[in-house]
Nanobody
Framework: QVHLVESGGGLVQAGGSLRLSCAAS????????MGWFRQAPGKEREFVAA????????YYADSVKGRFTISRGNAKNTVYLQMNSLKPEDTAVYYC???????????????WGQGTQVTVSS
């Protein structure tokens, strides 16, 4: 079992930045690929970014490419999402997830955090 807790969400103006953190506990964190997903009201949960267990490989959704950066610190059992140039359409609940494979589909991730709200005002 892997327990995930997100933090760092909040209210920010368009063009601003936020850094989300996801702290993991339980099974060996470094064995898992990690992903960030988000869900806006009335919409399905969507992929945002993912990082391999080593940190060497990353994937991004086209909508955030060039603005968001995913990273991980295996020594700290933490994964981060640096979000720059935020837009109102980035408003959503952001979730981190752990899985055995570096993929972009929600169904492939085994463990999920409770989510953190990000609100971007125009």
């Amino acid at each position: 079992q892997v327990h995930l807790v997100e933090s760092g969400g909040g209210l920010v103006q368009a063009g601003g930045s936020l850094r989300l953190s996801c702290a993991a506990s339980g099974r060996t964190f470094s064995n898992y690929a990690m992903g960030w997903f988000r869900q806006a009201p009335g919409k399905e949960r969507e992929f945002v970014a993912a990082i391999s267990w080593s940190g060497r490989v990353t994937y991004y959704a086209d909508s955030v490419k060039g603005r968001f950066t995913i990273s991980r610190g295996n020594a700290k059992n933490t994964v981060y999402l640096q979000m720059n140039s935020l837009k109102p359409e980035d408003t959503a609940v952001y979730y981190c997830a752990a899985g055995k494979s570096l993929v972009t589909t929600t169904s492939s991730y085994d463990y999920w955090g409770q989510g953190t709200q990000v609100t971007v005002s125009s």
